[in-house]
């Protein structure tokens, strides 16, 4: 009983931390940065088996707000060996800061005497600012019985790595993809002020014969 309550209090609070009026969030949307795959390590402990576990995470963007969301778990227990292999997708809600996150998948959990399929059920926050973000997620996972572990870690974000382009919302001239360059018109001197002088003949006069007779004497 105490083991519950723990967990149902462990992500009370992670929701309490999040969950804020979503007009809020569309006034702050400038505060998230520029989606990308992000991978790290992270550290955690599983309730259920008592034991410390290692593993790493990869968030690939694939839609507006969703990842998906492949994790691997290494379980240090003894005698034998226990790992988990984790396919989620993870959606972030329309919230104020953008940094929680709910999702769920499926859980390959392989053990010394076999291997089980599971569902995953996890909540977290993750930082959305800078390259390098922390986070700490509580997971539930649900078949053959069910564990609850807690664990947080880091994520990098590559810069070079380019995200899937997001069509939503946008008009069908935005939507293109690759996007257009617009293209500069080259720009033109501005006219001379100066005004030029008049080209004057200096030709020699032209003299025409005198049609007057002279004077008789």
């Known amino acids: 009983m105490q083991g519950t309550l723990l967990r149902v209090t462990l992500v009370l609070m992670l929701l309490a931390l999040a969950v804020q009026p979503a007009d809020a969030h569309r006034r702050r949307r400038a505060v998230a940065t520029a989606p990308g795959p992000r991978f790290g390590p992270h550290l955690g402990y599983n309730f259920d088996v008592d034991e410390l576990l290692l593993g ?26 226990l790992w988990a292999l984790n396919v989620d997708l993870k959606y972030r809600p329309p919230t104020r ?9 499926l859980n390959l959990l392989k053990a010394s005497g076999g291997s089980d399929t ?8 993750e930082g959305r600012r800078g390259r390098t973000r922390p986070y700490v997620e509580a997971k539930f996972i649900l078949g053959n019985g069910s564990a609850f572990q807690l664990v947080g870690g880091f994520s990098w974000r590559s810069p070079r790595t380019r995200s899937f382009p997001s069509f939503a919302g946008r008009s069908a001239r935005e939507s293109r993809w690759p996007p257009r ?8 001197p501005p006219p001379s002020t100066r005004r030029s002088a008049p080209v004057v003949s200096r030709s020699p006069p032209v003299r025409t014969p005198s049609l007057a007779r002279p004077a008789r004497r």
């Open 56 to 81: 790493a995470q990869l968030s690939w963007p694939i839609a507006t707000q969703i990842d998906l969301y492949p994790t691997f778990d290494y379980y240090f227990v003894s005698p034998g060996s």
């Open 97 to 105: 800061y953008g940094v929680w996150y709910v999702g769920g998948g």
């Open 118 to 125: 599971n569902l995953n059920l996890l909540t977290g926050l």
């Open 181 to 188: 360059t617009t293209r500069r018109p080259p720009r033109r």
